[in-house]
């Protein structure tokens, strides 16, 4: 059953609102990163990001964070080769000097093992670009429209050892138009994306806060 996700959005506090440390992991671009910075510029927001990291030296992201006056970090998985959860340790101890409570995946392009989504159990999140359980994996524009749904949108949820299998937090969805593509369906896709992430993160925050 697909829950629900409403928008709404708290009234200012008298006073400045206690922040829940966050670190964000990304691989590209970081356009659902973006989103969460300006949220977390807003002093009702209950949420601060100390740690931008990323397996990817060259990923874009990592300018705009530093543009934002945020700390960054590069722990790239090449030198690493096979081994997954060597890479792993070394984000996670990156991870626990950083302070953070919780971690928040956006565009990080790195299925994890059992042992870093264990170390993180009920406190990493991620955001999937379709209407989970429907369409998990890569590719879900194309899927959505190869299968005639009239319905598409995004997911936030907790991460577990199953892709795309983690309790969902909140969804928003987007109409399937007839002359869609899936370019012009991942863009309005997209849009929801950056009101959901920051919206399903600051319920989280708040709740541990």
């Known amino acids: 059953m697909k829950k629900s996700h409403t928008r709404t959005r708290a009234k200012a506090p008298a006073k400045k609102t206690e922040k829940v440390p966050i ?8 356009s659902n990163m973006r989103a969460l910075i ?13 740690l931008v990291l990323s397996n990817r030296p060259d990923a874009p992201g990592l300018e705009v964070a530093e543009a934002a006056g945020l ?13 997954r959860e060597a890479h792993e340790r070394e984000i996670d101890a990156a991870l626990q000097a950083s302070g953070a409570m919780l971690v928040v995946l956006a565009g990080y392009m790195r299925v994890l093992t059992p ?76 849009e929801q994306e950056h009101l959901l992430y920051p919206d399903v993160l600051e319920m989280i925050c708040r709740t541990v806060g």
């Open 23 to 30: 670190a964000i992991l990304i691989s590209g671009r970081g």
């Open 38 to 50: 300006e949220a977390c510029a807003r002093p009702d927001y209950p949420a601060e990001i100390v």
């Open 71 to 83: 700390k960054t970090l590069v722990i790239d998985h090449k030198p690493f080769g096979k081994d």
């Open 115 to 190: 042992w870093l989504v264990k170390a993180w159990e009920d406190r990493m999140l991620n955001i999937h670009p379709s209407l989970l359980p429907a369409f998990p994996g890569l590719h879900t524009h194309e899927a959505a429209i190869k299968a005639g749904v009239k319905e598409h949108g995004c997911t936030v949820h907790l991460v577990t050892s199953g892709v795309d299998e983690g309790p969902i937090l909140g969804q928003a969805s987007v109409p399937v138009l007839e002359n869609d593509t899936p370019e012009t369906l991942a863009a309005r896709v997209l």
